[in-house]
């Protein structure tokens, strides 16, 4: 088979898939609508331990394959709750003891998700350790202190030692406007992954965080 025949015959296969060899112009709004409904849908319909479970990559691929609108929570399941700061929490289980207030020291296990890339990990306390071994460290801060940012903080308030929520962090109460505020990513993979949705000011910058609180004094 000769070299042009080869060409010819990658690029009827690329058009048949339905890729597109120019540059494509989309519409900013719609894509980004379209991923943070396709998102909350999907990924709100993971089990229980499923914030702390991380997919591999055939799974991601066929998780994502579908793009959906919002639907009403299945078997009763509570929707988000949306606060007057624009963060949207929804609780997967309750926990016991003290609720956590302004003031409160506490000590949380999460993983961060980038809504603009599909759900993306780029924060996991379970992969923070430095020197590779054991589970982690949790993230310790006291609620009102400014190390950590704003949609967090809020989005804890009245949780309990135990419980896991989910919170949906929009861009002024996330890194869009608070880009050096705890969590941090720890590995220069989800580092780069955050930084190319909070430093392409045309991308959504909303995050979404699976929390656990493991203590609160």
């Given at each position: 088979?000769?070299?042009?025949?080869?060409?010819?015959?990658?690029?009827?296969?690329?058009?048949?898939?339905?890729?597109?060899?120019?540059?494509?112009?989309?519409?900013?709004?719609?894509?980004?609508?379209?991923?943070?409904?396709?998102v909350l849908n999907k990924i709100s319909s993971f089990g229980l331990a499923a914030p702390f479970i991380t997919p591999n990559a055939n799974a991601v691929d066929?998780?994502?394959?579908?793009?959906?609108?919002?639907?009403?929570?299945?078997?009763?399941?509570?929707?988000?709750?949306?606060?007057?700061?624009?963060?949207?929490?929804?609780?997967?289980?309750?926990?016991?003891?003290?609720?956590?207030?302004?003031?409160?020291?506490?000590?949380?296990?999460?993983?961060?998700?980038?809504?603009?890339?599909?759900?993306?990990?780029?924060?996991?306390?379970?992969?923070?350790?430095?020197?590779?071994?054991?589970?982690?460290?949790?993230?310790?801060?006291?609620?009102?202190?400014?190390?950590?940012?704003?949609?967090?903080?809020?989005?804890?308030?009245?949780?309990?030692?135990?419980?896991?929520?989910r919170i949906i962090v929009p861009a002024d109460q996330g890194y869009g406007a608070y880009?050096?505020?705890?969590?941090?990513?720890?590995?220069?993979?989800?580092?780069?992954?955050?930084?190319?949705?909070?430093?392409?000011?045309?991308?959504?910058?909303?995050?979404?965080?699976?929390?656990?609180?493991?203590?609160?004094?």
């Amino acid at each position: 088979m000769s070299i042009l025949t080869s060409v010819i015959l990658v690029l009827l296969a690329y058009s048949a898939d339905g890729l597109s060899l120019g540059p494509t112009k989309r519409n900013h709004q719609e894509t980004s609508s379209i991923n943070r409904r396709f998102v909350l849908n999907k990924i709100s319909s993971f089990g229980l331990a499923a914030p702390f479970i991380t997919p591999n990559a055939n799974a991601v691929d066929a998780q994502f394959a579908e793009v959906g609108q919002q639907e009403k929570p299945p078997n009763g399941e509570s929707p988000f709750v949306k606060l007057s700061s624009g963060v949207q929490i929804k609780d997967f289980c309750d926990g016991t003891g003290a609720k956590v207030e302004k003031g409160s020291k506490v000590e949380l296990t999460l993983k961060g998700r980038l809504l603009n890339l599909n759900g993306v990990i780029f924060y996991d306390t379970k992969t923070n350790d430095p020197n590779g071994f054991g589970e982690g460290t949790p993230l310790l801060f006291t609620v009102g202190d400014g190390s950590v940012l704003p949609g967090i903080e809020s989005g804890i308030i009245g949780m309990q030692k135990g419980g896991i929520r989910r919170i949906i962090v929009p861009a002024d109460q996330g890194y869009g406007a608070y880009p050096t505020l705890e969590p941090q990513p720890f590995t220069d993979m989800e580092r780069r992954a955050l930084d190319s949705v909070v430093k392409n000011p045309r991308r959504d910058q909303t995050v979404l965080f699976d929390v656990k609180v493991e203590r609160v004094r």
